[in-house]
């Protein structure tokens, strides 16, 4: 063979070379990166089950200490929490020390301190669990079981970005009203046999009071961000106006994703991508309500989109309510874990999850099973979606690679 044949004949084997190893390790990185998220999956169905159990044998720190240290700027509690139990037994039993209207909002809500300094949120069961709240998708009063159940779907999810929900019977003649504030107390009357309040908000009002079965009030406790994390409120940009007949720009321009991408801060880092995970959340549990959202300050985009106020959900089981996924179907990007995650949790799993992690909960059952087998179905719909992404753009488009590692030192 001439020698220059034989240059062009090494050539052409180091160019399949080049391509063959380049081939194999980007597959190796995502087929052990598939791996961790089966490994993750597996590890968080063994923990769905909680114990509200009070002990913290191997540990002198109070319970809000530990919840405190949980807190980073990609998450709020870490994937492995053995003293989760006990952080919530204490949200469900501790003593109320102080009781205080709600801070700014719309819905009626109280602000409570518990033993030890915790400030915790109290919502007021509103509904029986059957009742289905017609009209607009945000309709209705705040739905505390939907709380509840928020959160643990945030667990099954993997996000991880939802405070920590517990539901809790309070008495509210014997452990509210004792320590409560002359604002709050200035709300409760009584209508029949049942202690009643109506606290201060937005929309709170004297003739649309909540009301306990006699003294004792069904609700959900939200526990508190630690303070050393204060939030930045960001205006959502797929919000919608509540204007009759005034559509928001995203509703009617296709390409509404293209502008918000060339805006701070989703035009980098992870902020759009937890919009889409957002998205994927709300839609499954029928939040239309998410107008606004919180990040922590300073954060320049890289901190993690909190999932808080959740309880406009869970208002009807028959509503799917489409638009809300419009960040995924307009952007068609989605993150490889939560893509990994959500077909993991198909074929009935997400329903069987969600049931045997509420099962704890003092407030069990937390969702009717309506609720449960909607889920299912909008998993389904999600699932689709991407698809025709994929489709349409290919996946090595759609499905983004954004992993994190996220320290707890």
Known sequence: MKLKQRVVLLAILLVIFIFTKVFLIDNLDTSAANREDQRAFHRMMASLHVELDPRLDHT????????????????????????LG???????????????????????????????????????????????VEGEPYAGYDRHNAEVAAFHLDRILGFRRAPLVVGRFVNLRTEIKP???????????????????????????????????????????????????????HRHPWGRTYREGKLARWEYDESYCDAVKKTSPYDSGPRLLDIIDTAIFDYLIGNADRHHYESFQDDEGASMLILLDNAKSFGNPA?????????????????????NRLNYLKNGVLKSALKTAMSHDPISPVLSDPHLDALDQRLLSILATVKQCTDQFGPDVVLVEDRMTLSHL
């Open 60 to 83: 002198l720190q109070s319970p809000w200490e530990i919840a405190a240290q949980w807190v980073v700027p990609r998450e709020v509690y870490p994937e492995e929490t053995p003293e």
């Open 86 to 132: 006990a952080v919530m037994h204490a949200m469900t039993t501790k003593k109320i020390i102080k009781a205080d209207v709600g801070y700014k909002g719309t819905q009626l809500k109280a602000l409570l301190i518990l033993e030890g300094g915790q400030k915790v949120v109290f919502k007021p069961k509103r509904y029986a669990r059957d009742y289905v």
């Open 179 to 233: 320590v409560a504030t002359e604002q709050l107390l200035g709300t409760f009357m009584t209508v029949g046999n049942n202690t009643c309040f109506y606290g201060k908000c937005y929309y709170c009002r004297e003739t649309e009071p909540a009301c306990a079965d006699g003294d004792i009030m069904e609700g959900s406790v939200t526990l508190w961000l630690p303070d050393v994390w204060p939030l930045q409120k």
């Open 319 to 339: 509503l799917d309510e489409r638009s809300i996924l419009a960040p995924l179907y307009q952007c068609c990007i989605i993150r490889v874990s939560t893509w």
